[in-house]
């Protein structure tokens, strides 16, 4: 499972960091992701981690935001900055985990926490 901290209310301008830890039966964690619903709003991606490294965003938050990952601790991180209202929303991490060498990927989802920013 996946479990996903460090929401809350923040001003405009200011700075979050997220984080999501799995946890269970993993043999490895392949792309881990964040995702995130605006209120009324359908559910969009704000950006990935491969198992490499390499990262992508979605162009609003690159530049702002960044992600990183901790393989030993099984844990990704979004680190927020200069935030804006639109980042209002909460935030769902995503994480493709094999539980078995010979195993398939799986999606797993974390239960979300909520970002709130005023301005």
């Known amino acids: 499972q996946l479990q996903a901290s460090g929401g809350g209310l923040v001003q405009a301008g200011g700075s979050l960091r997220l984080s999501c830890a799995a946890s269970?039966?993993?043999?490895?964690?392949?792309?881990m992701g964040w995702y995130r619903q605006p209120p009324g709003k359908q559910r969009e991606r704000v950006g990935s981690?491969?198992?490499?490294?390499?990262?992508n965003y979605v162009d609003s938050v690159r530049g702002r935001f960044t992600i990183s990952r901790d393989d030993a601790k099984k844990t990704v991180y979004l680190q927020m900055n200069s935030l804006k209202a639109e980042d209002t929303a909460v935030y769902y991490c995503n994480a493709a985990v094999l539980t078995g060498p010979w195993m398939p990927s799986s999606n797993y989802w974390g239960h979300g926490t909520l970002v709130t920013v005023s301005s």
């Open positions: 269970g039966s993993i043999f490895r964690i392949n792309t």
């Open positions: 981690i491969a198992s490499g490294g390499g990262t």
